[in-house]
């Protein structure tokens, strides 16, 4: 997919508290729809660079939802978890404020087909911030009708950002959610890869592609998993990005057998073969 | 219209060496990069004789108004470049200028003399940021090493040679005057300042590499003053760069007599900056025309 050429002023519509991180909700009228997976580069458009001259550059910050708007054009929700003094300006923005965005960049999820002969099924396992682009992925497999089920790790009852993105119009979680909570206050309690590993050594396991996003340690477990059991998986990985369209080289992944991977194009989501080990040196 | 070294450019804004890859942007913003080309030439990254995976990761760390790097000149070798990315880069509506960088005067003059037959190529720029593995001296730090660098390569171009300083010394101008006497035809700088980042998190340095080179709107007054310092040492026309992300930047550096600047880390902000800061230039000279007083009436 090609993204329009340079950076557009945009408008904040709406910035909502989910369970811990913020959604910030943008009206881009000059914009493609973009696929699950796919990433924008955020700058606030004003006060972008106070406090001690940070944030300086743009922030990588994937798509969680997306409709048409009304008006022309999409609106585009961004989870965001305030870490840094870039996603800390960029969760405080409020409706009418600008927000530059480049996008959408990088490549997306691909079907289970696309990826893995005869499979029919997905199982998509999220923790964090990282639940975003599953958030997506959930609705365009469930329009598509993949079957599919969805895996998520919180912490505990105050750190439950971006479960809401899983519930139906009528605010309940949608049936194919489950849950793991470290403090066992919803779901199991445990980690999500308790969750993902009964369904990799079913019998069927085979028949699945496994789609994950999330911390750097989640998303190793679970692509080590994955590689135990013979199941294909798309990782969405997040690395330090400058630009966003290739030109910084600063967002390197080690590749297996040498040299790297520049994620912002040839990313962000990688197959599970693809990389060498999730590591917090990168990601 | 300006020009540098007999190339005719449509405004005075090209890119700096490795800040900007347009056969990748090509890909992710397609034609439209083609038909609205940010910059009156292109500036490719820079090709060392033989292909480079780059440091590893950490790369990039973030700084007060500016961003420290240390990705280590990934890139595909000579023979890959002249084979892949030089027949892409042809189609670039600007004039192509090739960056090179070697660690012997031998593997420098291969690398100049294979690209300077190419007529898709209209300079080349010489990154001597780098050891002479024989002197164990860094050729940009070293007003001689400079000097012979140049003088071996001048008889295999009739293209511009551009040398790119190193802000890492005590006088650039000596640097400059050692080119000059060596046959270059330009000089531009600044490039990054050596920096290092300790990561929060764990107390040690952030970067892979341990250090790396600091750029961005924070090293603009320091590449100012190289600017002023060199212009003063040598006739040849400067590329002026260092943190210029608006016109009134660019402004500043022509004020000291630069030719041309280049853009850098802005790209990364703002994939069009080099054709903003080239209209935000000439609105604010069309506004200083029609301010300025009309002197012959009276």
Known sequence: MIAPFGRRLCE???NRDSGGYRVVSVV??????????????LAAAERWGARDGRAFLPRAISVA????????GVRLDFLLDAVGPGTERLAALGEGEGIWITGPLGNSFASPREVSDGAAGAVLVGGGVGVAPLALLRRRFSERGVPHRVLLGFRDRAHTGGLDLFCGSSGVLCPEVRLATEDGHAGVQGRVTDLLLPILVGDDAASGVVYSCGPPAMLEAVRALCAEHGVTVELALESPMACGFGACFGCAVPKPGGGFLRLC????VLRGDEVEEVSHAYA | MPELCGIDLAHPVINASGTYDAIAARKVFGDALLDDFPFAAFVSKTI????????????????????????GLPNKGLEGFLAEDLPQLRELPVPLIVSVMATTREEFARCVERIARRREVA????NVSCPNVHSGLIVGENPSET??????LRPLSEKPLIVKLTPNVADPAEVAAGAERGGADSISLINTLKGTAIDPATGAPALGNGYG???????????????????????LPIVGMGGVSTGADASEFFALGAAVVAVGTENFRDPRAGARIALELESSLRAERISEPALDLD
């Open chain 2, 48 to 71: 060392t004789p033989d292909p480079r995976a780059g440091n590893s990761p950490r790369r990039i760390w973030e700084t007060p108004s500016g961003m420290i790097n240390s990705i």
């Open chain 2, 213 to 235: 080179g600091l750029s961005g709107p924070a090293v603009r007054p320091v590449a100012l003053e190289q600017v002023r310092s060199v212009r003063a040492a040598v006739d």
């Open chain 1, 265 to 268: 194009v040839d990313g962000p």
């Open chain 1, 28 to 41: 881009d009228r000059g914009g493609p729809e973009p696929r699950a997976g796919q990433f924008y580069m």
């Open chain 1, 65 to 72: 939802e997306t409709r048409p708007a009304a008006g022309g």
């Open chain 1, 12 to 14: 904040v519509a709406a």
């Open chain 2, 123 to 126: 300079a080349i720029e010489l």
């Open chain 2, 147 to 152: 000097e012979a660098l140049l003088e071996a």
